[in-house]
């Protein structure tokens, strides 16, 4: 299922990767910010295999760059969402033509 989606593909993962190395240079290894950055992407990447999680908000008070990041990831998860509603429509319709026609 991972390539049926932008953010679901080798390079969403590989990017994933670089980014969370340079957050945990920018925000400390054991940062609060990192670990919530983490949760979220990883909610992201977990609607990839079938789930359809939305990522909590960035706590109050963090930068200007989570939050940004936030909003990023926050629209990844929505558009895997309507990706699968459409996905999952098309194969109501798919079934209802294939009904009709055998009729």
């Not at 969403?12 to 240079?25: D, G, H, S, V, Y």
């Not at 990023?72 to 009904?99: M, N």
Request: hydrophobic share 50%.
């Amino acid at each position: 299922m991972k390539d049926h989606f932008l953010n679901c593909a080798d390079d969403a993962f590989r990017n994933a990767t670089e980014t969370l190395q340079a957050r945990a240079k920018e925000w400390v290894k054991a940062s609060p910010y990192l670990f919530d950055w983490i949760h979220a992407q990883d909610t992201v990447f977990n609607n990839c295999s079938g789930s359809a999680a939305i990522p909590a908000p960035a706590p109050a008070g963090s930068p200007a760059l989570l939050l940004a990041q936030h909003e990023r990831i926050l629209e990844l998860a929505l558009f895997v969402g309507l990706c699968k509603a459409v996905e999952g429509l098309a194969g109501v319709v798919a079934l209802a033509v294939i009904s009709q026609s055998s009729q």
